[in-house]
């Protein structure tokens, strides 16, 4: 089976929740779903596609950001699993791709908020040459290149330097 959910609403509100003040309502948010069921396992994987307005974490200004990301998920019925001793379990890439349901239904939406958290960066930039904000006056450096001087570093932390000589 093949869905899509370009304009529905739950898809949406999930998107909204995970990105949140990056995600604008009128933006793209497109989820493509491919389904394959053999006997008990069902098998998941689609992309999501969302667009993104963040701010960037050196400058502060908005840019656009197009997320694309791949579902690859094989689930199977939850069945009672009991592990002897103290054993340690050393999971691989498929394991991590693997879950498990319970029941007659599978929701998409806990599927779907945790892989687009995991896909939250810890920090937007908008260029990796970004030069950010000037320390002293707040100036964007990418766009006006001020004339404050240069902070040499923060004094408390002289005396680890005198460390490092010795």
């Keep these: ?3 899509s959910a370009a304009s529905d609403g739950w898809f949406r509100g999930i998107v909204e929740e ?22 008990e396992n069902v098998q998941i994987s689609g992309t999501v596609r969302v667009d993104l307005h963040p701010a960037c974490a050196r400058c502060i200004e908005g ?6 990301v791949e579902l690859q998920v094989n689930m199977a019925p939850e069945k009672e699993i009991h592990i002897e ?10 394991d991590l791709n693997f879950s498990f349901y319970k029941g007659d239904e599978i ?6 908020r945790e892989l687009l958290a995991l896909e939250i960066p810890i920090r937007y930039v908008c260029d990796e040459t970004c030069k950010g904000l000037c ?3 707040g100036q964007n450096q990418n766009v006006t290149v001020c004339v404050c001087t240069p ?6 932390f002289a005396v680890l330097k005198q460390l490092k000589k010795k």
């Design 135 to 137: 320390p002293r006056c």
């Design 85 to 94: 001793g103290d054993d340690e379990v050393v999971l691989n890439t498929e």
């Design 107 to 112: 929701d998409l939406a806990v599927i779907l």
């Design 151 to 156: 902070i040499k570093g923060d004094s408390r």
């Design 18 to 39: 995970v990105f949140q003040g990056d995600y604008s309502k009128g933006s793209v948010a497109r989820l493509d779903l491919h389904l394959l069921r053999t006997e």
């Design 63 to 68: 840019f656009d950001r197009h997320q694309e």
């Design 1 to 3: 089976n093949t869905a």
